[in-house]
């Protein structure tokens, strides 16, 4: 499984941005999909998670601000993300889990949330 990520940019905080990752290859095999995300100096953290039949979890911290979703026509996993924070500055990974557990990385994108 190949994974594009692209989306992310520079906001102001209270912004918002719209994350994609695109999926190809053995798209079948995708058990999970989710996004991580990595700040300066912090271990990479998951942010949100889709699983195939249907449930999402979050991370505490973006709770009620960001909303991860699946569009198979597009073969992509989307992270909305709003009321954003500097602290959500972050490099943002998307990442895939085949049914065999094998994980998959995407190269990341840079959020970055400044005035």
């Known amino acids: 499984v190949q994974l594009q990520a692209s989306g992310g940019g520079l906001v102001q905080p209270g912004g918002s941005l719209r994350l994609s990752c695109a999926a190809s290859g053995n798209i079948f095999s995708i058990n999970v999909m989710g996004w991580y995300r990595q700040a300066p100096g912090k271990q990479r953290e998951l942010v949100a998670r889709?699983?195939?039949?249907?449930?999402?979890i979050y991370a505490d911290s973006v709770k009620a601000r960001f909303t991860i979703s699946r569009d198979y026509a597009k073969n992509t996993v989307d992270l909305q993300m709003n009321s954003l924070k500097p602290e959500d500055t972050a490099v943002y990974y998307c990442?895939?889990?085949?049914?065999?557990?094998?994980?998959?990385w995407g190269e990341g994108t840079l959020v970055t949330v400044s005035s």
């Open positions: 990442n895939t889990r085949r049914i065999s557990g094998v994980e998959d």
């Open positions: 889709w699983t195939r039949d249907g449930s999402t």
